[in-house]
T-cell receptor, first 115, second 114 residues
Framework: DGGITQSPKYLFRKEGQNVTLSCEQN?????MYWYRQDPGQGLRLIYY???????QKGDIAEGYSVSREKKESFPLTVTSAQKNPTAFYLC??????????????FGPGTRLTVT | AQTVTQSQPEMSVQEAETVTLSCTYD???????LFWYKQPPSRQMILVIR??????QNATENRFSVNFQKAAKSFSLKISDSQLGDAAMYFC???????????FGAGTTVTVRA
């Protein structure tokens, strides 16, 4: 079954600790994305990557970092510099060309709680 | 980021009835994509329907259809014959042809009454 996996589903951390959220896809998609979802605000783009070893900041990149060492993987690190890290985080991927390149496929998400 | 506005935080519909969700957006581009995504309680985002701005014909997918008014920058979603499984949060989203990023509205929660 092709798809996107995010782990863990729920993550708890103490304030001041960095935490890394996992995202893996086996859809052979070139592009991957990280979104943050807060109540009443929809999804906001944190970072995205179109090719391995390259990524761009989205609208709310401050306090976050990413890497793209493999096509299949796009981990997101929430650093201690992120002021309000508690949120639901969604990873997505898409083709860059061809049929259905307009569509982003989403993972099941990770709920991060920082206390 | 492009601005996408969903002015209805919540909508309620009787089973088998029709509900229409509103979405407006702000852009200076002439070609772009618009989408409606569904997020049920499981929180898995599912693409419901898409519309290419260059197409005048409104998109339809089974019980879901859109009313795309390009000049008014409006993109509403109509759910016909509502079913209990339609209960979810619905997000309107915009994507430029020159970019791969999606800009989302704040979402509308749809409740279906049995």
């Amino acid at each position: 079954d092709g798809g996107i996996t995010q782990s863990p589903k729920y993550l708890f951390r103490k304030e001041g600790q960095n935490v890394t959220l996992s995202c893996e896809q086996n859809l052979n998609h070139d592009a991957m994305y990280w979104y943050r979802q807060d109540p009443g605000q929809g999804l906001r783009l944190i970072y995205y990557s179109q090719i391995v070893n390259d990524f761009q900041k989205g609208d709310i990149a401050e306090g976050y970092s990413v890497s793209r060492e493999k096509k299949e993987s796009f981990p997101l690190t929430v650093t201690s510099a992120q002021k309000n890290p508690t949120a639901f985080y969604l990873c997505a991927s898409s083709r860059l060309a061809g049929v259905s390149s307009y569509e982003q496929y989403f993972g099941p998400g990770t709920r991060l709680t920082v206390t | 980021a492009q601005t996408v506005t969903q002015s209805q935080p919540e909508m309620s519909v009787q089973e088998a009835e029709t509900v229409t969700l509103s979405c407006t957006y702000d852009t200076s581009e002439s070609d772009y994509y618009l989408f409606w995504y569904k997020q049920p309680p499981s929180r898995q985002m599912i693409l419901v329907i898409r519309q290419e701005a260059y197409k005048q014909q409104n998109a339809t997918e089974n019980r879901f259809s859109v009313n795309f008014q390009k000049a008014a920058k409006s993109f509403s979603l109509k759910i016909s014959d509502s079913q209990l499984g339609d209960a979810a949060m619905y997000f309107c989203a915009y994507r430029s042809l020159n970019d791969y990023k999606l800009s989302f509205g704040a979402g509308t929660t749809v409740t279906v009454r049995a």
